[in-house]
Each structure stands twice: as C-alpha cells, then as structure tokens.
C-alpha cells in the first residue's frame, strides 16, 4: 500500500484518531454541537504546543493498533431503533449490483455473511429507491480517503429512519483497503449506522474508537477510476474535508 510510507504530523494524525464518520443520528445539532467542542480542544492544544516551540514530530502510518474492533466492555450498548431490516434479508451470501455517480457507473459486491446486518439494510434502502438523487456529501482527501454517501439530508445528519448494530466485519488492522464499502457511523456508537456509508478510493488507516471500527459490507469490483476522478477535483474546504468540488448524486442503483 503505497499510503505505509507515507508520514503523518502529530496534527494529521490526530485528525485520522478523531474522525467520525456522520451517521443519520436523530439529534444532529447535539452530535455537531460535540464535534465543535473537539475541534476547539484540539486548536488549543495546538496553541499551547507552538507557544511551548514543541516541535511536531512524525510516526509512519502504518503504525500498529491497539483498539479493539469489538466494543469495549466500558461502552454502553444502545439499542436499534425504528424499523431495522431483519438480517436473514441478506440470506447469508454474495450480492451483485451496481450505481451511477453521476455519469460514470460503478459495480459492487456486497458481503451478506459478514456483515449480513449491514447488506439486509442497504439491499433494502435499494429496492426501496431510497438512494436514488441522494448526494455523496462528504469527501476527506487528508489522511483519509474516502467518499460519503447515502444521507437525503445531503449534510450528514440524515437517515433512513432506522439505527443499527452492532459492528460486522471491521477490520483488524484498523487498514481499510481501496475499493472498500463501509457504513458510517457516530463516533463511539455502534449501533448508530443507517443509511450513510463510505467508498474507501485509495488505503486509509482509521482508527477503531472506543465502539470498534466500522462495518465493511462490501467492495466495488468495477469502476473505481470514477471514484478516484470525484476525489482528485478535490472538496469545497482548505482542510481536504468538505463536500466534493463536483456535486456527486447516486442513481440507477439495483443489486441482486
């Protein structure tokens, strides 16, 4: 993986440590509320350091993890809530579809034994034509690299009206490999996924927090040069953190 040599500031690295991936949480303005607070921590530690002349050291991104990708025996568990798609949907096997992000098509497979919790639901949203004119609203070019989509909100806090857990087929080393279908969630929530999911364009190491790490329930086996041409126009924010420069909406979608 080409990202193992690639070194990270103590700064870069703590905004990988940090990143949570929106979810379609009912109170979005507290979750948002939260994330202010953190990036305000972090500012002021930053502050401090400079004004200490701490010099910013570097650690090699394929550093060894120690977090668990199960929930800690110190997290609460939260309870689904609505509706969730009862799992046996995904009928314990490999599904096949594909997917229009604007006008360049993508094929995926869907892993309905590993994570047959997270499959039932987005072969349901699917069938459903839930995803259909909903946008890829978030793109991180920084550290991490992915693409998020999947909320009809188009600003992270959206959902289907269901939550779901718990976490299925995260990965140990905490690598999440190019290609890569993985739900999003609240940070430290596991059972907080629903509608929202990530296309992981190139290696991203992100670490598991204190709920695990985040479910992989699936891969695009066709297409991912079309992924990879909406990262490369870049984001609307300095930071590599923002909503695609080319506005991104999903259409045609269909999987069997």
């Given at each position: ?43 002021s ?9 701490s ?27 609505g ?12 599904w ?43 793109l991180t ?7 998020q989509?999947?909320d ?22 905490n ?23 990530f ?9 598991a ?7 992989v329930f ?12 909406i990262?490369a ?6 930071n ?17």
């Amino acid at each position: 993986m080409a990202n193992k040599k690639s070194p990270l500031s103590k700064a870069a690295q703590q905004r990988v440590k940090t990143y949570e991936v929106r979810s379609n949480q009912q109170d979005s303005k507290a979750g948002l509320k939260k994330r202010d607070n953190r990036v305000a921590v972090i500012a002021s530690l930053v502050a401090l350091a400079i004004a200490l002349g701490s010099q910013l050291g570097y650690s090699a991104l394929h550093q060894t993890a120690t977090a668990s990708a199960t929930p800690s025996a110190s997290t609460p568990v939260v309870a689904n809530t609505g509706k969730v798609p009862d799992k046996s949907l995904a009928q314990a096997r490999s599904w096949q579809g594909s997917l229009k992000l604007n006008s360049g098509s993508v094929s995926f497979s869907l892993d309905g034994k590993k994570a047959p919790q997270a499959v039932a639901s987005f072969v349901s949203l699917i069938k459903s034509g839930f995803y259909n004119g909903v946008s890829c609203h978030r793109l991180t070019t920084t550290g991490i690299y992915v693409l998020q989509c999947g909320d009809p909100k188009g600003d992270g806090s959206g959902g289907p009206g269901y939550n779901f857990g718990p976490i299925e087929n995260a990965p140990s080393s905490n690598v999440y490999q190019s290609g890569v279908l993985a739900m999003a969630r609240v940070g430290g929530n596991g059972s907080s996924m629903g509608s929202q999911f990530f296309i992981v364009f190139k290696d991203s190491l992100i670490p598991a927090d204190a709920a695990g790490g985040y479910t992989v329930f699936g891969k695009i086996t066709v297409g991912m040069e079309v992924v990879q041409a909406i990262a490369a126009a870049g984001t609307d924010s300095p930071n590599g953190d923002g909503k695609p420069k080319t506005p991104v909406t999903m259409s045609a979608l269909n999987v069997k």
